[in-house]
């Protein structure tokens, strides 16, 4: 630590020690609070009003029960200092970040004691910081439908978190930071994110070396047929060429459960998430135990209630089945050359 970053570290802990009391946080979110603290807003953050709210949930495509919880959640600086701090230096960093593909600090997870306000804070911040990422996108020339599409993925994530802990809000508001500045795009059947080799390739010919540019494919919920798979990874070669022609993309990486070779054990060798498989070579890393992770993307239910969820399908009762014999799931990395 320089004797400016000493400096400025005393004259934030005071604050920071009132924030954490004020939210209710833990003390390990202290760092947290302190990276958000070198983010002030230079000019007064205002939130969309009633008609420009009522526009982005439209065209964001926000369930009714989100957007009736939402708009009387609206944060407010007088009635809540702590969370309106927190709500402008979040939105500070997303406009100083537009375009980057470089990951923010993590945000911290707010606890329920603070209400629906705290709960839905984090979409009023993207909320906010819409404009900014439109903006962005424009820059590219990137046209309308791409743009809500990335945008609308917030849509998604607040019935996950409606789903799984039946209540509204965002709990996912690290991941969705990466639509809301530019660097993930929707692109038929999958999601696909500038970013770039930061893991341990391997040793098999043509690997890529660390930092080389990769598009990252995420995969969103629905059925992974090749031709789907095909179509998306064609419409990304088109897309990324055409509005980001600086950034040369050789490489597509996938971290991701589909991608554990256990899976094998218990799917067809012609199911469509084995063929997908197929595309990619692995990293040695096999990553830490996933299985609360699994179970809450595939059955949107806790790991606690391993044995009350039904399973209908030969992956279903994959997964359920490893998990009960005590073995564990892994996000495994992989990658291809791309275009492919």
Not at 53 to 78: F, H, K, N, Y
Not at 112 to 117: H, N, S, Y
Not at 260 to 276: A, C, G, T, V
């Amino acid at each position: 630590m320089t004797p400016n970053d000493s400096s400025r570290y005393r004259n934030d802990l005071p604050e920071i020690e009132r924030l954490i009391a004020g939210l209710r946080l833990p003390a390990s979110a202290v760092l947290q609070l302190y990276e958000l603290a070198q983010h002030p807003p230079l000019d007064d953050v205002r939130l969309p009003d009633d008609a420009e709210s009522a526009e982005l949930l439209d065209r964001l495509g926000l369930a009714a029960a989100d957007r009736a919880e939402l708009v009387t959640a609206r944060p407010d600086p007088q009635a809540t200092p702590e969370l309106w701090w927190l709500l402008e230096r979040c939105v500070t960093l997303l406009r100083e970040r537009q375009g980057s593909v470089a990951p923010l600090s993590p945000w911290p997870d707010l606890p329920d004691e603070l209400g629906a306000v705290g709960r839905y804070l984090y979409v009023w911040v993207m909320l906010t910081a819409a404009a900014d990422a439109r903006a962005f996108h424009r820059s590219r020339g990137i046209p309308d439908d791409h743009s809500w599409a990335a945008l609308g993925v917030l849509a998604g994530q607040l019935g996950n978190r409606r789903a799984l802990h039946g209540q509204g809000g965002l709990h996912t508001q690290n991941w969705v930071t990466h639509h809301f500045r530019g660097a993930i795009y929707v692109l038929g059947r999958l999601h696909f994110e500038r970013t770039m080799i930061t893991f341990d390739p391997g040793s098999a010919v043509a690997a890529p070396g660390i930092g080389a540019p990769a598009l990252g494919v995420h995969i969103p919920e629905g059925r992974l047929t090749p031709e789907s798979c095909d179509d998306a990874l064609d419409r990304a070669g088109r897309f990324f060429a055409e509005h980001f022609p600086d950034e040369p993309y050789r490489y597509a990486t996938c971290s991701s459960w589909v991608l554990d070779p256990q899976l094998k054990e218990y799917l067809d060798p012609d199911s469509n998430i084995i063929r997908f498989q197929e595309r990619f070579t692995l990293s040695p890393d096999t990553g830490p135990d996933s299985n609360s992770t699994v179970i809450e993307f595939i059955f949107k239910r806790p790991l606690a209630e391993l044995d009350q969820i039904p399973r209908q399908t030969s992956l279903e009762r994959g997964i359920v089945d490893h998990i009960r014999s005590g073995r564990a799931w892994h996000f495994r990395t992989g990658w291809f050359e791309f275009p492919p």
